[in-house]
């Protein structure tokens, strides 16, 4: 019973430690997502723009 009841433990230290890491990426992405200005941010937009319309021509 108390083997059992250990390997909950575990399970659920490992399933929190996933939650924190996944907290972190997620965290991370909206930093660097977040760093462009406007501008930066308008011009990757009129360029992505520029290539896909070339590709459906």
Do not use: C, F, N
């Given at each position: 019973?108390?083997r059992r009841?250990?390997?909950?433990?575990?399970?659920?230290l490992a399933?929190?430690?996933?939650?924190?890491?996944?907290?972190?990426?997620?965290?991370?992405?909206?930093?660097?997502r977040r760093?462009?200005?406007?501008?930066?941010?308008?011009?990757?937009?009129?360029?992505?723009?520029?290539?896909?319309?070339?590709?459906?021509?």
């Amino acid at each position: 019973m108390r083997r059992r009841m250990r390997w909950w433990k575990v399970l659920g230290l490992a399933g929190l430690a996933g939650v924190a890491a996944t907290g972190v990426v997620v965290a991370r992405a909206e930093r660097r997502r977040r760093a462009y200005t406007p501008e930066e941010i308008r011009d990757r937009l009129r360029e992505r723009h520029a290539q896909a319309t070339r590709r459906s021509s």
